[in-house]
């Protein structure tokens, strides 16, 4: 099941780290998500981004593990099936595609959405209707992209994502440059409450998934089983060391806010006010506008190579295990995701649907997602390892045994009580899809046990 390339010997090991970082999209935490978590930590907020950092290397180290002894475009679905159970690689496989295609949905809506505000600098712009022309545009343009090929489209999504970072980076270093950089009160550690640092952990956790898509371009990396698993945990310490330090300096900044940061839709365009610069705002909506293009091309590229290898073991219909003749990109796959997406966003903006809802809907669906394929990654790597009798068994039980229970309990938090609106639906449907998935495969199990074998015996490695 390799994919052909169009040139050289494949993606590079930055260009596959940039596909990993954009698929876990870090602009959104210190443009958006951060209030969420700042409403239980307050001056430690920074805290709740390491020690979850720590936590989420930990993930990435029992995940590369199994990448590196079973690297295959179809990530989790081919690694639990090998180490663990064909039905628990069917689960995540299915969880993983539906979890990924929500961020694949509500990514070019939330592009959208950050392009209308920053035309708004220019000229009054507004309406679902252009948030839906915009999205479209982000979605055709992708497309284009990763039907090319996946050294282009890995290619610009790399350099999308360093231009979004950068944007958040300049309004980090204006900060630091107007408000200085010392605040004893995060450092303060008397007034540390472990409570509610719980509750800000679980929430940080979300942030940082993502980082396992790198193995989804195994078919297109020389080096997959060094490569992948070295860039899973980079990815983890980079986007953790720029979650810490955006804590602070957000934090910081707003020490000299009247409004509490856990209040602020808008955190960075509320600092850009207090810094007497209103404009550096449009940098902000810059950086999330621009990653949510590149993340409109990872999750493209990812859910893609999904569908290519769960049809090669023949878990959906074969009619998905197709290549494009010229490009060697799994053009069917990409054609359905393209047409589906904007059909949805069609959905959007006839109904008139506001577009964050949309996102938190699709974002319950995919952290769900994460959560299952994260503890299921936690139980098989030690079972494998113990059944080889491998170095690392010891350590990677710990690792499990530290990760696997805070994992669940952010799972059982999220599950219920069950969230209202959209969320709680999401929730629902989640669940069905898991169960749905379990019993097909025992079904599978009981009166066709040749289809989980075939699972195991096909080949499905670069």
């Known amino acids: ?30 443009a958006v998500t951060i209030s969420l978590v700042a409403i239980h930590s307050g001056p430690f907020t920074w805290l709740a981004y390491a020690l979850i950092g720590v936590l989420m290397t930990l993930v990435a180290l029992q995940v590369g593990i199994l990448a590196r002894h079973f690297p295959s475009p179809g990530s989790l679905f081919f690694y639990l099936s090998k180490a663990l159970h064909p039905i628990s690689g069917m689960v995540a496989g299915f969880t993983m595609m539906a979890g990924y295609f929500g961020a694949l949905a509500a990514a070019p809506l939330l592009g959208g959405l950050f392009v209308e505000q920053a035309l708004r600098f220019f000229w009054p712009v507004s309406g679902v209707g252009w948030i839906a022309g915009i999205a479209v545009l982000y979605l055709l343009v992708a497309w284009r992209l990763a039907l090319r090929g996946i050294e282009i489209s890995a290619r610009w999504g790399l350099w ?49 998934g993502g980082f396992e898509t790198a193995g989804n371009l195994a078919g297109e990396t020389s080096t997959a089983r060094t490569a992948i698993p070295r860039v899973m945990v980079l990815s983890v310490l980079m986007v953790g060391g720029f979650f810490v330090a955006m ?45 949510a293009f ?76 994460f959560l299952l394929i994260y503890g299921l990654a936690n139980i098989a790597t030690p079972w494998f390892l113990f059944r080889q009798r491998h170095a690392w068994r010891w350590i990677s039980l710990i690792i499990a045994g530290v990760s696997l229970p805070l994992l669940i309990k952010v799972m059982a938090v999220s599950l219920w009580p069950l969230p209202a609106g959209g969320e709680g639906a999401a929730t629902l449907l989640f669940v069905a899809l898991v169960m749905v998935v379990f019993f097909w495969g025992l079904y599978w199990a009981t009166f066709r046990p040749e289809r989980l074998r075939h699972i195991l015996l096909a080949v499905d490695e670069p």
């Not at 944007?167 to 950089?181: E, K, Q």
């Open 160 to 208: 999308v994502e360093i231009f979004s970072i950068l944007c958040i980076v300049f309004i980090a270093a204006a900060t630091l440059w107007h408000f200085g950089w010392r605040d004893p009160a995060q450092w303060n550690f008397q007034r540390l409450h472990t409570a509610p640092l719980a509750q800000a952990l679980i929430l940080s956790l979300l942030a940082y």
């Open 1 to 30: 099941m390799r994919f052909r390339r169009t040139s050289g010997d494949g993606i590079n090991t930055s260009e596959l780290w940039g596909h990993a970082v954009a698929n876990i999209t870090p602009s959104a935490m210190p």
């Open 247 to 291: 804590a602070y300096i957000e934090v910081l900044a707003f020490a000299r806010i009247s409004t509490p940061l856990g209040d602020s839709a808008a955190p960075l365009n509320a600092i850009a006010n207090a810094i007497g610069h209103p404009w550096f705002g449009i940098f902000s909506d810059l950086a999330m506008a621009t990653a």
């Open 294 to 369: 590149s993340a409109t091309i990872a999750t493209l590229n990812s859910i893609s190579r999904i569908l290519y290898s769960m049809a090669g073991h023949e878990v959906i219909p074969r009619f998905f295990h197709h290549r494009d003749i010229r490009h060697g990109t799994p053009a069917r796959a990409l054609r359905v995701l393209a047409i589906i997406v904007l059909l949805s966003v069609a959905v959007v903006a006839l109904w008139r649907i506001p577009i964050l809802s949309v996102v938190g809907t699709f974002g319950t669906f995919t952290g769900l997602a």
